[in-house]
């Protein structure tokens, strides 16, 4: 356990892309997305996450998941947002679109890994060539029972082929 006891253990909070929504096993979790086709709309589980297994420590509700999908994408829509408020989305002047979810549950408050998910959809870019981006995504927020801050950072390859 990094930086904590037995007796009084340490939150491990994680945001990242998985393959299915609350996906939390090595084989579910996306790094990056390689050859995405161009024009495609394309789904994404972004999962927020509680790895330690026990029930001292969670995600306080109010805390924020926010993802910052590259300029040049569009369409982009939640479809899903359980153990979340619904989610606000802005369009920033450089293009960036940016989706920010607010929890109304805590995370992580049982004797095991535990995650809520925002799902979205976007339209990849019409690349005349091979277009790589990233995407943003972290999170925001306070534990539950001493409000230690957590702020996990994920950045996420897009590889749009032409």
Do not use: C
Not at 12 to 29: Q, R, Y
Not at 65 to 80: A, L
Not at 91 to 108: F, L, S
Not at 148 to 158: A, N, R, V, Y
């Amino acid at each position: 356990m990094i930086g904590g006891t037995v007796n009084n253990p340490v939150l491990v909070a994680n945001v990242f892309l998985s393959t299915v929504p609350n996906g939390t096993g090595d084989s579910e979790i996306e790094s990056s997305r390689m050859n995405i086709p161009a024009n495609s709309n394309q789904t994404f589980n972004i999962v927020l996450a509680d790895f330690d297994e026990d029930n001292y420590h969670s995600i306080d509700i109010g805390s924020k998941v926010i993802i910052n999908v590259p300029p040049e994408w569009t369409g982009v829509g939640v479809e899903t947002h359980v153990g979340f408020d619904t989610p606000t989305i802005q369009i920033h002047d450089e293009g960036t679109t940016q989706i920010i979810a607010e929890t109304n549950t805590e995370i992580g408050d049982v004797n095991s890994i535990e995650s809520k998910t925002v799902t979205f959809h976007a339209i990849a870019p019409d690349a005349k060539t091979d277009q790589m981006s990233v995407m943003y995504v972290f999170a925001n927020g306070l534990t539950q029972p001493n409000d230690s801050p957590i702020g996990p950072l994920t950045e996420i390859i897009l590889h749009v082929e032409q």
